[in-house]
């Protein structure tokens, strides 16, 4: 099942918005950085191992954005196609590809319906741009949809802390909670956007079969403390207090039950 329309076309036009004053003029910069780094104040890869050795693996990239992150995964040796709804970000990464490289396929499509056959990756990999934007239980059973057995889901998204501190008027984030886990499915922001959250304990779709019985992922929470998720909301929203997490990273593995 897609995405409703009006919801696709409200976020074309939030990130159209957000290429135009913000992340346009951030990408070549962003595509020369030497690492593969996560979030907002670039925790290194090389520390987190989230992804693994990508040399030779295929790799899906869901709301990519400017692609820099597949660019770096392109250098690394990684096969890679990188999948995102907004045009204006699209032609952002275009443009880098050409200035900078190397290319990679660019697609246009949402990330509820993946145009990708089935067990066709060994990475499916999102620095949120997926996982706050698209409603959890499609997205994440098409990631495991087109994974090949033992590949790997690796997401980062803005915490569930941070989002039950947030009034329900909007604004920002403070040391209160103000919303119970039920509110936060999905949370709409003033101004447009639309936020949502996989479910963190035991019923996390990321620790259920999705789609047919041989198809079951596990995952392991990691949140790397003190950042926080670059979206339109970041300049009016504060987040939890200092020490408390602002993003959630989540590596799993699909296994096929034996």
Do not use: K
Not at 107 to 127: M, T
Not at 174 to 192: I, S, Y
Not at 236 to 246: D, L, N, Q, S
């Amino acid at each position: 099942m897609s995405t409703p329309r009006d919801q696709l076309d409200g976020h074309r036009a939030v990130w159209a918005e957000v290429n135009a004053q913000f992340t346009d003029a951030a990408a070549e910069g962003m595509w020369r950085r030497p690492a593969i780094t996560w979030g907002l104040f670039a925790h290194p890869e090389a520390s987190l191992a989230a992804l693994g050795d990508v040399a030779g693996r295929d790799v899906l990239e869901l709301g990519c954005g400017t692609a820099y992150l597949s660019g770096w995964l392109a250098r690394a040796g990684a096969r890679v196609v990188a999948l995102d709804l907004s045009p204006a970000q699209l032609a952002t990464a275009r443009r880098c590809q050409r200035t900078i490289g190397p290319a990679f396929g660019l697609v246009e499509a949402d990330g509820a319906v993946l145009p990708v056959r089935d067990a066709a990756v060994d990475i499916v990999v999102s620095e949120y741009g997926v996982a706050p934007w698209c409603d959890p239980d499609r997205w994440l059973a098409e990631a495991a949809r087109v994974l090949r057995p033992d590949g790997r889901l690796v997401f980062l998204t803005s915490s569930v802390l941070a989002a039950m501190c947030v009034p329900a008027e909007g604004g920002v984030a403070g040391d209160r909670l103000l919303r119970g886990p039920a509110d936060l499915r999905p949370v709409a922001w003033p101004g447009g956007g639309v936020e949502h959250h996989p479910r963190t304990a035991s019923g996390s779709p990321c620790c259920t079969p999705t789609g047919s019985p041989s198809r079951r992922s596990t995952s392991s929470p990691h949140r790397p403390a003190r950042t926080t998720t670059p979206t339109t909301r970041s300049s009016r929203r504060r987040g939890p207090p200092a020490g408390r997490p602002r993003t959630s990273g989540w590596p799993a593995v699909r296994r096929s039950s034996r």
